[in-house]
Antibody, heavy 116, light 110 residues
């Protein structure tokens, strides 16, 4: 069974760093793109970027380029989304999803709250 | 302002057929396939339709998708109470180099 399991909810202060994770199982992790999608409170879905764990090829949405870093560790079948300096406007639910451009399996989401 | 345009809301009674539209442009829907996602309240999105009209395994055939030119639509027949959810269309955009989503349509089953 294909599963993407994300790390738990986070509460951070502005300026802090954060790295959330997405662990894949039940399939060949290195053979499928993993993407990240943001959903701000009460809003729609926004595509942030993707990574191909097989060779770490990474693409970013221009809206998120330079704001976040997407990475993967294929030895533990895990993809990451990280921030070096969080802002209050980063408060959102973040989902990882397999495959591109049609995302067929999704993680359960990681809620990130940034508040002073 | 989303790149793909969906009606913010739709509704129907049990058993009815409803359609949700998704309008784009030549750089997204006009030149790439459309996918639809269903997001039940408080849950992660789920792929409902891919490649314009293909259903993943396990998705009932009450759900169907179509595309014509720069527009697409999702049809739900035999509406059920459990279909009450937000529905999003999405496609790759060749100009923006991103996956673009519609703003979402909240479906209410009356």
């Amino acid at each position: 069974e294909v599963q993407l399991v994300q790390s738990g909810a986070e509460v951070k202060k502005p300026g802090e760093s954060l790295k959330i994770s997405c662990k894949g199982s039940g399939y060949s992790f290195t053979s499928y793109w993993i993407g990240w999608v943001r959903q701000m409170p009460g809003k729609g879905l926004e595509w942030m970027g993707i990574i191909y764990p097989g060779d770490s090829d990474t693409r970013y949405s221009p809206s998120f380029q330079g704001q976040v870093t997407i990475s993967a560790d294929k030895s533990i079948s895990t993809a990451y989304l990280q921030w070096s300096s969080l802002k209050a406007s980063d408060t959102a639910m973040y989902y990882c999803a397999r495959r591109f451009p049609d995302m067929d399996y999704w993680g359960q989401g990681t809620l990130v709250t940034v508040s002073s | 302002q989303s790149v793909l345009t969906q009606p913010p809301s739709a509704s129907g009674t049990p058993g009815q057929r409803v359609t949700i539209s998704c309008s784009g442009s030549s750089s997204n829907i006009g030149s790439n396939t459309v996918n639809w996602y269903q997001q039940l309240p408080g849950t992660a999105p789920k792929l409902l339709i891919y490649s314009n009209n293909q259903r993943p395994s396990g998705v009932p055939d009450r759900f169907s998708g179509s595309k014509s030119g720069t527009s697409a639509s999702l049809a739900i027949s035999g509406l059920q109470s459990e279909d009450e959810a937000d529905y999003y269309c999405a496609a790759w955009d060749d100009s923006l180099n991103v996956v673009v989503f519609g703003g979402g349509t909240k479906l209410t089953v009356l």
